[in-house]
């Protein structure tokens, strides 16, 4: 008996170490597992992860040659001598840029994928576009915007602003030549209409280089022009600026008139222009855009950049984080505002 109770305290004895050596090796594995978890994430956050691998893919939402197009391949050009592989610029056009914006999205979270893109993704859901927006994406770099202004044929009976806004309330059929909903001449004649209360007849065209040629030629009556793709004609006389949409003038063209000063109220919604930048899909490692972010900022910084920004007129923001985030956020509200004042949209 004695020698059977020896047993049974032994095997018991046994059976408790066991398990407090098993508990022992749980704890440790448990503790080394949070103790990585916290080196990853202090490694993510230093920018300090394994990025990239491969080479990265810029998705385009317009085409080659365009305005996008023309500031991302400089940009990315100099971005990957920093990241040490590849920026492959791919063009994927359509939608108002809703076909590239959604190929991105439909893509991993991981950051080989960049969406480069202007403002349109912003307006998508209230134009029944698309239902991704810009808050589905962190912005990793914000390049610019740029200044727009109100323009009209060399032989144009308007000298104003004014006189456009007058004639359309009277009843006459002034024309605009746009790009359709969304685009920039349709966004802009939104703002005067929220602010003036006057309408236009719009005649839609494929580009904005269209819409100009078509009120150069007096097919139109007036459009919505960037500076880049209009200055070489207010130069030559050929399109008579009648105002700026900006809070300060512009050097080469210090004689064109802001619009506030005939429309105050325009203020709130200044300054507004079209923009640029650099997107991945939200859920993107905090390293990842980090890394991304550094590399696009030191590219900007190259002047052989400054001097692209500059020739195209430009306004130079460099953007990223919550800055960015601020800048996408006023300028959706703002915009969102005017359509609804308008009444383009419900």
């Given at each position: 008996?004695?020698?059977?109770?020896?047993?049974?305290?032994?095997?018991?004895?046994?059976?408790?170490?066991?398990?407090?050596?098993?508990?022992?090796?749980?704890?440790a594995q448990t503790e080394?597992?949070?103790?990585?978890?916290?080196?990853?994430?202090?490694?993510?956050?230093?920018?300090?992860?394994?990025?990239?691998?491969?080479?990265?893919?810029?998705?385009?939402?317009?085409?080659?040659?365009?305005?996008t197009d023309s500031l991302?391949?400089?940009?990315?050009?100099?971005?990957?001598?920093?990241?040490?592989?590849?920026?492959?610029?791919?063009?994927?056009?359509?939608?108002?840029?809703?076909?590239?914006?959604?190929?991105?999205?439909?893509?991993?979270?991981?950051?080989?994928?960049?969406?480069?893109?202007?403002?349109?993704?912003?307006?998508?859901?209230?134009?029944?576009?698309?239902?991704?927006?810009?808050d589905d994406f962190d912005?990793?770099?914000?390049?610019?915007?740029?200044?727009?202004?109100?323009?009209?044929?060399?032989?144009?009976?308007?000298?104003?602003?004014?006189?456009?806004?007058?004639?359309?309330?009277?009843?006459?059929?002034?024309?605009?030549?746009?790009?359709?909903?969304?685009?920039?001449?349709?966004?802009?004649?939104?703002?005067?209409?929220?602010?003036?209360?006057?309408?236009?007849?719009?005649?839609?065209?494929?580009?904005?280089?269209?819409?100009?040629?078509?009120?150069?030629?007096?097919?139109?009556?007036?459009?919505?022009?960037?500076?880049?793709?209009?200055?070489?004609?207010?130069?030559?006389?050929?399109?008579?600026?009648?105002?700026?949409?900006?809070?300060?003038?512009?050097?080469?063209?210090?004689?064109?008139?802001?619009?506030?000063?005939?429309?105050?109220?325009?203020?709130?919604?200044?300054?507004?222009?079209?923009?640029?930048?650099?997107?991945?899909?939200?859920?993107?490692?905090?390293?990842?855009?980090?890394?991304?972010?550094?590399?696009?900022?030191?590219?900007?910084?190259?002047?052989?950049?400054?001097?692209?920004?500059?020739?195209?007129?430009?306004?130079?923001?460099?953007?990223?984080?919550?800055?960015?985030?601020?800048?996408?956020?006023?300028?959706?509200?703002?915009?969102?505002?005017?359509?609804?004042?308008?009444?383009?949209?419900?």
């Open positions: 008996m004695k020698m059977k109770k020896m047993i049974a305290l032994f095997l018991a004895f046994a059976m408790a170490a066991s398990m407090a050596a098993c508990g022992s090796s749980s704890t080394a597992a949070q103790t990585e978890a916290a080196e990853g994430e202090t490694q993510a956050a230093s920018g300090s992860v394994d990025f990239p691998k491969d080479n990265v893919n810029g998705i385009v939402q317009w085409g080659e040659g365009g305005g991302m391949r400089p940009l990315s050009t100099l971005a990957q001598e920093t990241l040490g592989k590849s920026i492959v610029i791919q063009n994927k056009t359509g939608g108002t840029g809703s076909i590239a914006t959604q190929y991105v999205y439909d893509q991993a979270a991981d950051g080989y994928n960049l969406l480069m893109g202007a403002e349109n993704p912003e307006l998508y859901k209230v134009l029944g576009i698309s239902e991704l927006t810009y912005c990793v770099f914000l390049i610019g915007d740029e200044t727009t202004g109100v323009v009209v044929g060399k032989d144009s009976k308007y000298t104003s602003l004014t006189e456009i806004v007058d004639a359309a309330k009277a009843g006459e059929n002034v024309t605009l030549a746009t790009t359709g909903t969304g685009g920039l001449p349709w966004e802009v004649a939104a703002l005067i209409t929220s602010i003036t209360g006057a309408e236009f007849k719009q005649v839609q065209y494929d580009s904005d280089a269209s819409a100009k040629t078509a009120v150069l030629g007096g097919e139109c009556d007036f459009t919505i022009c960037k500076i880049q793709s209009g200055i070489e004609e207010y130069k030559s006389g050929d399109l008579k600026w009648l105002c700026l949409l900006a809070t300060e003038a512009v050097d080469e063209m210090s004689d064109v008139p802001l619009v506030t000063a005939e429309y105050p109220d325009f203020e709130k919604y200044l300054p507004w222009g079209p923009f640029y930048g650099i997107f991945v899909k939200k859920g993107t490692d905090a390293g990842v855009e980090e890394i991304l972010s550094n590399a696009f900022a030191t590219a900007f910084a190259d002047e052989s950049y400054q001097e692209v920004l500059k020739s195209f007129h430009i306004n130079a923001m460099g953007y990223t984080g919550e800055e960015a985030a601020a800048y996408l956020a006023s300028w959706q509200e703002n915009m969102v505002n005017a359509l609804t004042e308008a009444g383009a949209i419900q």
